[in-house]
């Protein structure tokens, strides 16, 4: 497996969104793809304007629950719906049939679970994949929706997310590398007017090699800050997912809003590393 290269790249002609803005190319730390905004602004708005509320996730992790008692991670959601500052997730596969989730924002979701927004993002993501992961077969790949196509080699997932409003000044997580089967994460941000509450993604450079205790959870020591990208309206992110991929949130100030955004992932059935 390959280190990340140093240095960035400029890629203003990568395009992951249909009619999307310019991108910035990183691949210091690690691969990183930043879009502004990501889409055009009338079906950014329509979306923003019916983004589900804390209650509908409520409904639908409650029914999500009692159909699928074998996912313990839905229960575990739906516990923290009366959090401060937790962290809430509606795959598409519970989306999908959710009649309380907006038609606008069910038919969103399908569009980014298909081979071909899949594609998008392999393609953007091709030229480093195959340095730091020379075995992952880029061009070879039969992709199929998370928890449903379970045969398939790269499963692909938009998923709904809610971090609850904070009631007092508090991180929703710290720095870690995601789980090791997923290849690519990004996340599609839908900050409210005037939220000025925090909760910007912290890109974390490793200052000590990783090791098998703390590639998922590095101490603080072992990293720094390289930088950050704001949780603004209409901003995408999209990383590489490798042992050097730390990143983190900024805390939440106290705010009657959530942190509203959508999480992608590619992954695969087997561990990178």
């Avoid at 009338?42 to 008692?69: G, I, K, M």
């Avoid at 997580?173 to 000025?196: R, V």
């Avoid at 703390?214 to 999209?238: C, G, L, M």
């Amino acid at each position: 497996m390959g280190r990340p290269a140093r240095g960035d790249i400029a890629a203003a002609s990568v395009r992951v969104f249909q009619d999307g803005g310019p991108s910035e190319w990183f691949t210091e730390p690690y691969p990183l793809l930043v879009i502004r905004d990501a889409l055009p602004a009338a079906r950014y708005a329509a979306l923003a304007n019916s983004f589900p509320s804390r209650d509908q996730f409520r409904e639908v992790l409650t029914d999500a629950v009692r159909d699928h008692p074998e996912r313990p991670e839905y229960a575990r959601w739906r516990r923290r719906v009366d959090g401060s500052n937790q962290r809430l997730s509606l795959p598409y596969a519970i989306v999908a049939d959710a009649p309380v989730v907006p038609a606008v924002w069910r038919a969103f979701l399908a569009s980014c679970c298909t081979s071909v927004f899949a594609q998008t993002l392999l393609d953007a993501f091709a030229a480093e994949i195959r340095r730091i992961f020379p075995e992952v077969a880029v061009d070879d790949l039969r992709v199929g929706r998370r928890y449903t196509d379970v045969d398939a080699d790269l499963m692909i997932d938009a998923i709904l997310a809610l971090n609850t409003p904070a009631r007092r000044r508090t991180s929703v997580t710290k720095p870690h590398t995601d789980n090791p089967e997923k290849l690519i994460s990004g996340m599609l941000y839908f900050a409210e007017p005037g939220d000025t509450a925090g909760g910007d993604l912290i890109i974390h450079r490793r200052i000590r090699a990783a090791r098998p205790r703390d590639t998922k959870w590095p101490s603080r020591r072992a990293i720094e800050e390289a930088r950050r990208v704001r949780y603004q309206p209409n901003t995408a992110v999209f990383l590489l997912n490798t042992p050097w991929s730390v990143h983190d949130v900024s805390p939440r100030a106290p705010s009657p809003l959530p942190r509203r955004f959508v999480n992608f992932v590619l992954e695969l059935p087997r561990p990178l590393f």
